[in-house]
């Protein structure tokens, strides 16, 4: 840029060290010369210049002194910097000429190119008019519109009577429109004459006042893109959302948006493609779309991003979901560039920071990390709350029913998808996905509770609408999970790793999810009792826990942070309880791992029933007889009876074991599908086994049919056990016999 002479406008303006010069002003002001003089004082404190296009995409200022010639709406952080009083902004009313200083004033209006046009050659009617044609073409269609009002009032415009959008045209205007008494007119006499000639043949849709009239803003934008006034439709989109226009509007909404738009590099339709291509499960699309920005760089999601505060904040945002979503990056890069961003934007932009909230509350329960899912769920819920948007709350809510069914406390995961299901149905738009999800937590909620048939129903028909579209990585592994054990239970073996291998869908191809699927597969193995076959899988794993690892492990149980990583020490412990559990070394692994933070209350459950396992096959039954009744007394009150049956393979024949299953344990409450084993061995004492069974049946409220159908007998049959029990309860009816059975402390 070539130096110019000094300017003492320049030098006031960039006189602090650190600060920022933004000149947005009219074409025809002078902005290039007001610019170069401005380098010449940056130069000197090593600042930078930038001269941005109307076509180009919004950027940061970086920290120190910089000048940017360009529209407002082009720096992204101007806000920012604006309330840290660092931003000096020059438009119209610095850089347009003062009376005194134009000899042409009234017919210029100050107009600086105007002015100089004038003096050049002051009788060229038709040279000015073209030129102020000229001036006006290069304006924003929103400025043009404004003019043209102002020069077909003869009486100026009502301030009052305008809303606020004109109102705010009309002040960036200033001076070449002044408001006088409450009314706005252009500045002189004679460039109202100029304006009214360059504009009186103009249609009124070629330069509107206000927006198109579609209420609908995708047709707004359309309108607005057709009409080239790219600039126009970029504002519009940032007032409707952004990048989330899509959650404000729906999925069709946004597809149109994009479309329109079409491959623009504009950070706001970058990230709201990416964001549309995630919604539709192609992830493989997502990184094409986040690819697109300085070749790739934001791509290498392994590495610490360089010069992050560069990069514009709706990409940085998409980078950060990409990792979540891929499991490729490690925490201290999420965390750290979700500060970064968090630090870089307005505390008021809520759509933005709720959306970071969103992403930390996902990665947080991924890793275990419920306290903090928890907080970050609270603040992404205040700014949703503030951008009043039910589409994104309904995301919140859901993500809290996780965490407590990921917590091991289904009961009060029942709250929150209530709240889930009230911001659905205050969601403007449908999309079928989200209706999947609901029921998706709605069926974990009560396999939980030990009902697996809701679990088996979504299992078998609503996977295939569900895993091929957008699905958080926390929910998927739920779906994956329990519609496995669900299957297992009800339909066997061969079912549940069909359901399994189904998971391993083109768009789910990462290394996380890849493990996380192997894991599962084992997990079915062990629970189907297919021992030789799990440990074959296991060892085929490529994993850095392997047989050796666990052998030589102790107490470095108890330090594992990973969530893989436990996962895969759990598997193997398991593997280890059946196989040899009457090695020494077995009490230290299990104890190891109970003394693990990172393992949640679910697998707490599994190991203390592992360790009654244990402690029955070396020889305290004792142990054995109180840790599975703790077990089943903890499972009972947080209503978390799916654990119990997901180790039924080792519940079971303690139950079976008279040297457990003593007197006192019939009062411990049981899965209903477990009962059965309760009982097995009582044959003596009060009641036979066949009264122990026909009373649990009671208990549950069962009629003769289904106590005949659950203890394989007849009609007949049920009635000679319930007679022979009612006499030995001294009861006269079904309530009676249960109430005194209580009152015995036979039953729970």
């Known amino acids: 840029m070539e130096t110019t002479?000094?300017?003492?406008l320049a030098e006031h303006l960039c006189r602090e060290a650190d600060a920022v010069l933004l000149i947005d002003a009219l074409p025809g002001t002078g902005r290039r010369r007001l610019l170069a003089a401005a380098a010449d004082v940056m130069a000197a404190r090593g600042g930078m210049v930038f001269d941005l296009s109307p076509e180009h995409h919004p950027v940061l200022a970086p920290d120190g002194s910089a000048a940017f010639c360009a529209r407002a709406d082009q720096l992204e952080n101007a806000a920012a910097l604006r309330r840290a009083g660092r931003l000096k902004e020059a438009g119209n009313r610095e850089l347009f000429l003062a009376p005194l200083a134009d000899p042409h004033f009234e017919d210029s209006g100050g107009w600086p190119v105007l002015s100089g046009q004038l003096a050049r050659a002051p009788q060229d009617a038709a040279a000015l008019t073209a030129l102020a044609r000229d001036l006006l073409a290069q304006s924003p269609a929103a400025i043009r519109g404004a003019v043209v009002q102002l020069c077909r009032t003869e009486d100026g415009l009502e301030d009052a009577a305008l809303a606020a959008e004109q109102r705010a045209l009309l002040h960036w205007l200033d001076p070449l429109a002044e408001c006088r008494g409450g009314i706005w007119r252009l500045r002189t006499r004679g460039l109202a004459r100029l304006l009214r000639q360059v504009t009186r043949d103009w249609p009124s849709a070629e330069a509107p006042w206000q927006p198109p009239a579609s209420p609908v803003p995708q047709d707004r934008i359309a309108a607005l893109l057709r009409a080239g006034e790219r600039g126009e439709a970029l504002v519009l989109l940032r007032q409707e959302g952004g990048h989330y226009f899509m959650h404000i509007h729906g999925m069709e909404a946004g597809q149109a948006v994009a479309d329109a738009f079409g491959s623009d590099p504009a950070p706001d339709v970058m990230a709201l493609s990416f964001l549309i291509a995630v919604k539709s499960g192609d992830i493989e699309r997502a990184a094409y779309v986040l690819s697109q920005y300085e070749n790739g760089a934001l791509l290498d999601l392994e590495k610490r991003l360089q010069?992050?505060?560069?990069?514009?904040?709706?990409l940085a945002f998409c980078r950060i979901e990409l990792a979540i979503f891929r499991g490729e990056t490690r925490r201290h890069h999420i965390m750290d560039e979700a500060s970064e961003l968090l630090a870089r934007t307005d505390p008021r932009a809520h759509l933005v920071r709720g959306g970071i909230y969103n992403l930390l509350l996902d990665y947080h329960i991924r890793g275990e990390r419920f306290a903090a899912a928890e907080e970050a769920a609270a603040r992404a819920l205040r700014h949703y709350e503030a951008a009043e948007a039910p589409y994104l709350r309904f995301f919140i809510h859901l993500h809290r029913s996780v965490i407590k069914l990921?917590?091991?406390?289904?009961?009060?995961?029942?709250?929150?998808?209530q709240q889930a299901e009230k911001a659905l149905a205050q969601t403007p738009f449908e999309i079928p996905q989200d209706a999947r999800f609901l029921a998706l937590l709605r069926a974990v909620a009560a396999y939980e509770t030990g009902d697996p048939m809701p679990m088996v129903g979504f299992a078998e028909t609503a996977f295939h609408g569900f895993a091929y579209g957008e699905i958080w990585p926390s929910i998927a592994a739920m779906a994956l999970a329990h519609g496995a054990e669900a299957l297992l239970q009800i339909r066997g073996a061969e079912a549940a790793l069909r359901y399994i291998a189904s998971w391993r869908v083109p768009a789910w191809r990462t290394r996380a999810f890849q493990v996380m699927v192997a894991q599962r597969e084992a997990a079915m193995l062990q629970g189907a009792g297919r021992w030789r076959e799990a440990r074959l899988h296991l060892e085929g794993m490529p994993m850095r826990i392997g047989r050796l690892w666990m052998d030589s492990s102790g107490a470095n149980l108890a330090d594992l942070r990973a969530p893989e990583d436990i996962t895969q020490a759990l598997l193997w412990l398991r593997q280890q309880v059946f196989e040899s559990p009457r090695s020494p070394a077995l009490n230290e692994r299990l104890?190891?791992?109970?003394?693990?933070?990172?393992?949640?209350?679910?697998?707490?459950?599994?190991?203390?029933?592992?360790?009654a396992w244990v402690d029955r096959r070396q020889g305290r039954a004792g142990h054995a007889r109180r840790g599975l009744a703790d077990v089943l007394q903890l499972g009972a009150s947080r209503k978390a009876?799916?654990?119990?049956?997901?180790?039924?393979?080792?519940?079971?024949?303690?139950?079976?074991?008279?040297?457990?299953?003593?007197?006192?344990?019939?009062?411990?409450?049981?899965?209903?599908?477990?009962?059965?084993?309760?009982v097995a061995a009582f044959g003596s004492g009060l009641l036979s086994r066949q009264e122990w069974r026909a009373l649990?049946?009671?208990?549950?409220?069962?009629s003769n049919k289904d106590i005949a159908r659950e203890m394989d007998v007849s009609l007949p049959t049920v009635k000679f056990h319930l007679k022979n029990l009612f006499k030995k309860l001294r009861a006269g009816d079904r309530r009676g016999a249960v109430d005194q059975a209580r009152r015995?402390?036979?039953?729970a």
């Open 307 to 314: 010069r992050s505060q560069e990069v514009p904040v709706p």
């Open 641 to 678: 009876l799916a654990p119990v049956l997901e180790e039924r393979v080792f519940v079971l024949p303690l139950l079976e074991d008279p040297q457990i299953m003593q007197r006192e344990m019939l009062a411990a409450p049981l899965p209903r599908n477990l009962r059965r084993g309760a």
């Open 696 to 702: 649990l049946l009671l208990a549950e409220g069962c």
């Open 406 to 417: 990921r917590m091991g406390e289904p009961s009060a995961a029942a709250p929150h998808l």
């Open 5 to 8: 002479a000094p300017n003492p």
């Open 591 to 611: 104890a190891a791992m109970m003394e693990n933070s990172r393992v949640s209350a679910r697998q707490r459950l599994c190991l203390r029933i592992w360790k």
């Open 744 to 747: 015995q402390k036979l039953i």
